[in-house]
């Protein structure tokens, strides 16, 4: 209430004091103010001054009361959002009656039944805890309802505060007007003026207000609100500025784009440049930095030839931009594999940046830099031959361009300074030179040519036909897969020996097929031989199926037949004479191995067992399975009687017989069962038999895995030492467990041990000695003193591994400081951690200034020096910079609150072990077109993918829609009339937290945000954007009559129809404003008014006639527009008689003249000298001082009837 009172007082005062500061309030005020003008000027400039502060307290008073409002506004509704979210839920919203209820009930439960001590306890604290609820809230409803009483008082503070602060602006104004021309206040008159949008704009530039400043002793204001310019002077400089302006004719107005590069060259040095453009072209120049905008205002000729000399200077010396157009097939080379072709050129020209157009738009945009830019296009037209001589379309089918082509033009051999594309519908676009494009035309014919589909037949002897095909058709198959052609042989006819190959296919693979059968049947052969096969050995020159013969004939690439005949078997061979004489050589190899030979082969006596089996079954099988015979010294196994001889009668060798190539395939069975089972026995020294002993023990897979992979068998007996090798690789096998006894045996090794380490292994503490001594295990330590060494003793395999373990410890170990850079806000966290991590690192660490010194072994100081980082990395604040454009700035903008806000732990913070960790902050910085992320790192990589979750989500329903003039100007209307308002578009972006971005020159409207927030802007928007305008040009006579007696008609037409209108009274412009449906009705209803009223007509009368028609003190006049309903009015420089009403009312009135006029002409003239003598003052009074004629007294409908002297017409 305090609060509310001295609102309501300091208001009250300020308004006094500005009504006091705006109007004198006195006679002798105003007297003497008129005689201070004609006579003490000094007097009336310091009244204004006076009057001037006196506003300007006013308005500051205003505005700083209008502050203060605002910011208890904002107190009360961060006190409200506070009150709603501790609003109290569940059983908590209880009143306090209710709750009496439930404890009563309670009580009378606890009366009822039998309760322990303990119980009646809960249910007593159950009651009073639900009382402090019900108290809670009962003070929360008192104090919402407050708060909310104190908003509505302070919400209609606020809005009396704003009228008066707008009334206080205008006289201020012109106050402020007085003061800069030097005038009183009361010398001051002020004209409000309606241009068009263009003159609005060159009117508002200080350019033309300091020309009618010095020209025409005037002050202009605009009025962005209401649309006007408001000049302020004396009387004729107003009414001279008001022709100037009237007398400009068209006013153009050009925007033009520029960055922030081109401003200050526009701008020149300490504004000359701008300056000289102004003073020479006579059109105002404005430089907006914030929207990087040149704005053009003047004469619309003028503003043309000042746009291109803008144009040509900052294309001349700034940055230059073209637009290259190319086929909509080159774009694939234009972009290269991943975009890579468009870097090149970008990189390679310094500096030039090509933007390609998106879609079907075969354009590429160059900017730049003009010397980068000329070598982008020269890279560009080289690239796709923009200036080629030539340009051929060659048709190429659909069935060969794969061929022809591949996937692309990848096939072509292209020379250099050609190009080809494919072109859609199977053409291929080639660009160059005339001749190298002639040549390749030439050659991509020359290839659908030879991928045309052909058919060939070849005419196949039918003995040959099973040599095509090959066994179940494989050969046959892999030839029409290896060439591409399909191939299809006919079937025999009854007693023919020919049969019919057709082959298919384009015609390369066709020639290929053709070649392929060639190199088959080599019909064509230049060289043809016949040799005999004997009988036994033609099957298997022939083989099982024809494999033998086959193989052959595929070895050697020759074709063979066989025939038989009298004599024999003949074998005729074709092809070169290399394969004919290769196909002998393997027809003679295939005899040869088919003899029947006997071989011996040395007898194995070790494994006569093993080769014979049980019963000679062995023996039987090897017989079996090689085709042979096999005989034994002594043994005839055909007949199975021993033979009768003695012990060195025994032959050393057995016989085999059979065919060669099977004598040779059992020899190698029997020589290699001999190997396998050969035997050698060794005795160990005592030592090498401990040392197996003891290694067999400890890897039990040492044996055996000798035996493995030497092929050999192993027996170790320990208590003989004795070791049996058994096997064809008993030899390496022996050499290898030599070998391996020989590392077995002990050895030892000294290593230098620097003092450091030393005093390390002999800590007790530190437990580093059984440490290296695990390490170097199974080796055995010992420390040395003297000199200072570390021995080891182990065998020599183990020995070598130990060593480098030992060694790499020391020089892990060595002695090593180090400092690392704490920052201050890690200080503090760090410094109680210091000594928990010096003993868990066994490391000396000290705090020195703003670092941290480590001291100890190399390993132990790098393992703390990582987890030192690690914590300041973690507490440390970091800075990141995120590159965006518009209107992805505006977005996160609008989200940085959310982002912080999930940042933030407890007050602010989020906690961690060390302690408080702050969030994140947030800054956008537009005009470098970043977003910088502050705080440690885990918030500011989480912020940054939030962003960037946000700012794809945002890219993926982005929306676009056009807007007309009278929607953009719905959106760029401030959303309330208080003074410094924000835009309406804004106001929508802060509500839906969506981003509104607004294309001026283009009237385009993009929405930028997360899909719910997109889907509400565009719902606020479609009832926000349902405005509409139109445009009538009426005569200046109906101007009248749409407006009506003290405006009626235009505000009956704004009630009724919801729309807005705004009148150009000097041009007869009508402007009608609002939503669609309010348009359409308030067009209607005006054009049945001007149907109505809008009626007009002339009659011309001589200067004898007008007394007549007027009448004495006009009262003729006025009896004619009272019988007619219409207008009249008397001219008398150019002798007509308007009229103007509706049609009936015309008529009639233009009747009644006539007649008057026509019965009246004698008397006319006497009436007209009698009303000049008799009433010359009157006559003097109807008309102005120009001649102008009088009015009629009665106005037509709707207007007011005023004065004569305020009705007459110039």
């Not at 052609?485 to 053709?514: H, P």
């Not at 020899?667 to 003891?694: G, P, W, Y």
């Not at 096997?727 to 030599?738: P, T």
């Amino acid at each position: 209430a305090p609060l509310l009172y001295t609102a309501v007082a300091l208001r009250e005062r300020v308004k006094s004091a500005s009504l006091r500061a705006l109007w004198p309030t006195t006679a002798t005020e105003m007297n003497g103010g008129s005689a201070d003008r004609g006579g003490n000027s000094h007097g009336a400039h310091s009244s204004s001054s006076e009057r001037t502060k006196l506003q300007t307290s006013a308005s500051s008073g205003l505005r700083a009361q209008a502050e203060a409002l605002r910011e208890q506004l904002n107190a009360l509704d961060t006190r409200r959002e506070h009150l709603i979210k501790h609003r109290p839920t569940g059983a908590k919203r209880r009143s306090m009656q209710e709750v009496e209820a439930l404890i009563r009930a309670k009580q009378e439960e606890m009366e009822r039944s039998t309760l322990t001590i303990k119980e009646e306890k809960q249910r007593l604290l159950e009651m009073k805890r639900m009382k402090d609820d019900a108290r809670q809230a009962a003070e929360w409803e008192s104090d919402f309802e407050d708060v909310r009483n104190k908003r509505s008082s302070l919400t209609e503070s606020l809005r009396a505060v704003f009228a008066d602060l707008d009334a206080a602006r205008d006289a201020s104004s012109r106050a402020e007007a007085a003061v800069e021309l030097g005038l009183s206040p009361e010398a001051v008159v002020e004209r409000k003026l309606s241009p068009s949008a263009e003159l609005r704009e060159l009117l508002s530039s200080a350019w033309m207000r300091k020309r009618l400043r010095a020209e025409y002793a005037v002050v202009v204001r605009s009025d962005r609100a209401a649309k006007a310019v408001r000049v302020f002077g004396e009387p004729e400089g107003v009414e001279a500025a008001g022709a100037f302006v009237a007398g400009m004719g068209p006013v153009g107005v050009a925007r033009i784009k520029v960055d922030e590069e081109n401003l200050s060259l526009l701008i020149g040095r300490k504004g000359a440049t701008v300056e000289a453009l102004q003073e020479e072209s006579g059109c105002s120049v404005e430089l907006r930095r914030k929207e990087l905008t040149v704005v053009l205002a003047g004469p619309a000729e003028a503003v043309v030839a000042l746009e291109a000399r803008i144009e040509h200077l900052l294309l001349t010396q700034r940055r230059v931009e073209l637009k290259l157009s190319y086929d909509p097939e080159q774009k694939g080379r234009l972009l290269g594999k991943g975009g890579a072709t468009v870097q090149r050129i970008q990189s390679q020209s310094g500096g030039a940046t090509l933007d390609i157009g998106k879609g079907d738009d075969a354009s590429v945009r160059v900017s730049g830099p003009a010397h980068a830019v000329e070598t982008a296009r020269v890279a560009i037209s080289r690239l796709l031959s923009l200036d080629a001589e030539s340009v051929r379309t060659v048709a190429v089918p659909e069935a060969v361009a794969l061929a022809v082509l591949g996937r692309g033009t990848e096939r072509l051999k292209l020379p250099e300074g050609v190009c080809a594309d494919r072109a859609g519908d199977g053409a291929v676009k080639v660009r160059g030179s005339r001749a190298a494009v002639e040549e390749v035309v030439r050659e991509i014919e020359a290839a659908v040519a030879a991928n045309e589909r052909v058919e060939e037949t070849l005419e196949v002897e039918s003995q040959h036909v099973s040599m095509l095909l090959g066994k179940g058709g494989q050969a046959m198959f892999a030839m029409q897969k290896e060439t591409g052609a399909n191939i299809a042989l006919s079937k025999q006819a009854d007693g023919k020996v020919m049969q019919t190959a057709t082959i298919k296919g384009t015609r390369r693979a066709v020639g290929k097929a053709l070649a392929a059968l060639e190199a088959v049947l080599q019909y064509n052969a230049d060289c043809s031989e016949k040799i005999e096969v004997k009988v036994e050995f033609m099957p298997f020159v022939i083989g099982k199926g024809g494999e033998e013969i086959n193989r052959i004939r595929a070895a050697t690439g020759a074709a063979i037949d066989a025939a038989r005949n009298q004599h024999g078997n003949e074998i005729f061979i074709r092809g070169s004479a290399e394969a004919v004489e290769a196909a002998k050589r393997a027809i003679s190899a295939v005899e040869d191995a088919n003899r029947r030979v006997t071989e011996s082969v040395p007898m194995p006596w070790h494994c006569i067992d093993l080769l014979l089996g049980p019963n000679a079954e062995r023996l039987r099988q090897l017989e079996a399975e090689h085709s042979v015979q096999l005989e034994l010294p002594g043994v005839s196994l055909a007949s199975d009687i021993p033979v009768r001889t003695t012990f060195l009668g025994i032959s050393s060798s057995m016989s085999i017989r059979g065919r060669r190539k099977h004598v040779e395939a059992a020899m190698a069975e029997v020589t290699a069962l001999s190997r396998k089972h050969q035997r050698e026995e060794t005795v160990l020294l005592e030592e090498d038999a401990e040392l197996l002993s003891r290694a067999c023990l400890q890897d039990e897979g040492l044996l055996p895995g000798l035996e493995a992979r030497f092929g050999v068998s192993i027996l170790f007996e320990p208590l003989s030492n004795r070791i049996v090798f058994r096997g064809e690789g008993y030899l390496a096998a022996q050499i290898e467990v030599q070998h391996l006894l020989s590392q077995w045996r002990p050895s030892e090794a000294a290593l230098d041990c620097p003092p450091f380490q030393m005093a390390l292994l002999h800590r007790r503490e530190g437990g580093l000695l059984l440490q290296l001594q695990c390490l170097v295990a199974p080796a055995l330590l010992a420390l040395q003193e003297c000199p200072s060494m570390v021995l080891l003793t182990a065998a020599a395999p183990v020995l070598s591994g130990a060593r480098a373990k030992a060694e790499a410890w020391i020089q892990e170990h060595a002695e090593c400081s180090r400092e690392v850079q704490v920052p201050p806000e890690v200080a503090a966290i760090l410094s109680p951690r210091l000594r928990m991590l010096a003993a868990q690192h066994q490391v000396d660490l000290e705090m020195r200034g703003s670092a941290v010194a480590v001291h100890g072994p190399e390993v132990c100081v790098a393992g703390v020096q990582a987890e030192l980082k690690e914590l300041i990395e973690q507490h440390a604040i970091t800075e990141v910079s995120v590159a965006l454009v518009e209107p992805e700035l505006s977005l996160v903008e609008l989200h940085a609150r959310a982002i912080r806000a999930s940042h933030l732990g407890p007050k602010g913070g989020s906690q961690s072990k060390g302690g408080s960790q702050p969030g994140i902050s947030i800054d956008v910085r537009r005009s470098e077109g970043l977003v910088v992320l502050r705080g440690t790192r885990k918030p500011i990589a989480a912020a940054q993918g939030e962003v960037a979750a946000l700012l794809e989500e945002a890219r993926s329903c982005a929306h676009r829609e056009d807007l007309s003039v009278v929607q953009m100007e719905r959106l760029l209307r401030p959303a309330s009339r208080a003074a410094g308002a924000e835009p309406f578009y804004r106001k929508l972006q802060e509500s839906h937290h969506a981003v509104l971005h607004l294309d001026r020159v283009g009237r385009t409207l993009t929405l930028f945000g997360l899909p719910a927030a997109v889907q509400s802007v565009q719902q606020a928007l479609a009832s926000a954007l349902d405005v509409c305008e139109e445009r009538r040009q009426v005569a200046l006579a109906t101007i009248p009559i749409i407006i009506g007696r003290a405006g009626a008609n235009i505000k009956r037409l704004q009630q009724e129809s919801g729309a807005s209108f705004d009148i150009d009274r000097n041009a007869g412009h009508v402007r009608v404003y609002g939503s669609k449906a309010a348009v359409a009705a308030a067009v209607a209803a005006l054009d049945a008014l001007l149907v109505e009223h809008g009626g007009s007509s002339e009659l011309p009368v001589k200067a004898k006639q007008v007394p007549l028609i007027i009448g004495r003190g006009g009262a003729t006049i006025r009896q004619l527009e009272s019988d007619s309903g219409a207008t009249i009015t008397v001219s008398k420089d150019d002798g007509v008689v308007r009229v103007r009403g509706s049609k009936r009312a015309v008529d009639k009135a233009t009747e009644l003249l006539q007649q008057l006029l026509s019965g009246g002409g004698a008397n006319g003239a006497k009436g007209a000298n009698g009303t000049k003598d008799a009433h010359g003052a009157n006559g003097q009074n109807g008309a102005n001082d120009n001649g102008a004629a009088v009015r009629a007294a009665e106005p037509p409908p709707g207007l007011t009837s005023a004065a004569p002297a305020r009705r007459a017409v110039a």
